[in-house]
């Protein structure tokens, strides 16, 4: 994981809080935590001993095991349709009615 710039310059330490979650507000939270744990630490250690907090924020961003999640239920619903198991129609979910809530 890049946390430092390659090259340090007057540049990137003005750019370097344009590329942020704190606007987003989902994963605002967890970046402060894996950025406090990393100032406490400092680089190379905090990227040994913050590993959690960074693989969580990670996927909060990412979102890699929902996307996975997503397509392994697609294929699942695929494989019933080609099966004969789901009719086409039925192939995905129907939300919820109208009047439901």
């Known amino acids: 994981m890049s946390l430092s710039p390659w090259l340090k310059s007057p540049f990137t ?3 370097g809080s344009l590329v942020n979650h704190q606007w987003y507000g989902e994963c605002a939270d ?3 935590k894996v950025l406090d744990c990393l100032d406490a630490y ?15 924020f990670r996927e909060c961003a990412l979102k ?16 019933q349709h080609f ?11 129907k939300g919820p009615a109208y009047d439901s809530y």
């Open 13 to 15: 330490d003005l750019t």
């Open 30 to 32: 967890m970046e402060l």
């Open 42 to 56: 400092g680089l190379d250690k905090g990227l040994r001993k913050c590993d959690d907090l960074i693989e969580d």
């Open 83 to 93: 099966a004969g198991e789901r009719t086409s129609e039925n192939k995905y979910a």
């Open 64 to 79: 890699t095991k929902q996307f996975k999640r997503m397509v392994a239920m697609r294929n699942e619903r695929h494989r």
